[in-house]
C-alpha cells in the first residue's frame, strides 16, 4: 500500500485492518508487516508513524513475493538469479537424450517459464534476454561447455511460426523477444 506519511491516514489504515479483522474473524501478523519510507520523510516522523500502525521500520524491502521491490538501473546483476536457474535446467539436461519435440516442449513448458514472472512485472535487459536465448539455442542445437554445435537456422527464424516458415518456435521461442531495456 501507498499512503502519504501522516498520522490521520496511518490512523485510518489501522482502522481499515481492526474492521477487516473483527469482519473476517483473521488476524493481521504484526510482526511480518514492514513500512518503508521515501527519502523525503524525516526519521523522527517515520518512526512516530511507524509506531502509530504497530509495524516495523525497515530502510528498504528487500523482496516480495521473490522479487525485488525496487529495481533500480542495475538489473542485469539483480535478475542474474534467472540466468542462473536456466543454466541449471539446461545443464542437467543431455539434448542427445532428447528428441526434436521433447526439446521444444522442454524449452516451452520450462526454461521459458523461469523468466514469465519477472517479464510481467518488470522489463529485462537485452542483453540478460541475449543470454538467456543464447542457453536455449545451445540446448536446442546440442552444444555443451566442451563442444559447439552447427546452428543450421538463425534463431529468429526458429522463433517464427510454421506458417510463416520458422521453425514452430511461435509462442514459445519468440516469447522471449518481449521487448527488453
Known amino acids: 500500500m501507498f499512503l502519504s506519511a501522516n498520522r490521520r491516514n496511518f490512523e485510518v489504515l ?5 474492521l477487516y479483522c473483527d469482519a473476517f474473524g483473521q ?8 513500512i518503508c519510507f521515501g527519502k523525503d520523510v524525516a526519521r523522527p516522523i ?5 509506531g502509530v500502525s ?3 521500520l525497515v530502510d528498504c524491502h528487500d523482496k516480495y513475493l521473490g522479487l525485488p521491490t525496487f529495481a533500480g538501473k ?7 538469479f534467472i540466468k542462473s536457474r536456466v543454466w541449471n535446467k539446461v545443464k542437467g ?17 520450462v526454461l521459458q517459464a523461469i523468466p514469465s514472472y519477472v517479464m510481467s512485472c518488470f522489463r529485462m535487459p537485452k542483453k540478460l534476454i541475449n543470454d538467456i536465448h543464447r ?25 517464427q511460426p ?7 518456435g511461435g509462442g514459445g521461442a519468440r516469447f522471449l523477444k518481449f521487448e527488453g531495456v
Do not use: M, P
Open 46 to 50: 517515520q518512526q512516530d508513524l511507524a
Open 74 to 80: 542495475y538489473k542485469q546483476e539483480l535478475f542474474s
Open 162 to 168: 510454421k506458417e510463416k516458415g520458422g521453425g514452430g
Open 135 to 159: 542457453l536455449i539455442s545451445q540446448f536446442w542445437w546440442g552444444s555443451n561447455a566442451g563442444q559447439k554445435k552447427i546452428h543450421w537456422a538463425k534463431w529468429d527464424t526458429l522463433c
Open 14 to 18: 489501522s482502522g481499515i485492518l481492526r
Open 27 to 34: 488476524l493481521v501478523n504484526f510482526e511480518k508487516l514492514k
Open 93 to 109: 539436461w543431455n539434448s542427445s537424450f532428447f528428441s526434436q519435440a521433447g526439446k521444444e516442449t522442454l524449452i516451452k513448458a
Open 54 to 56: 504497530g509495524v516495523r
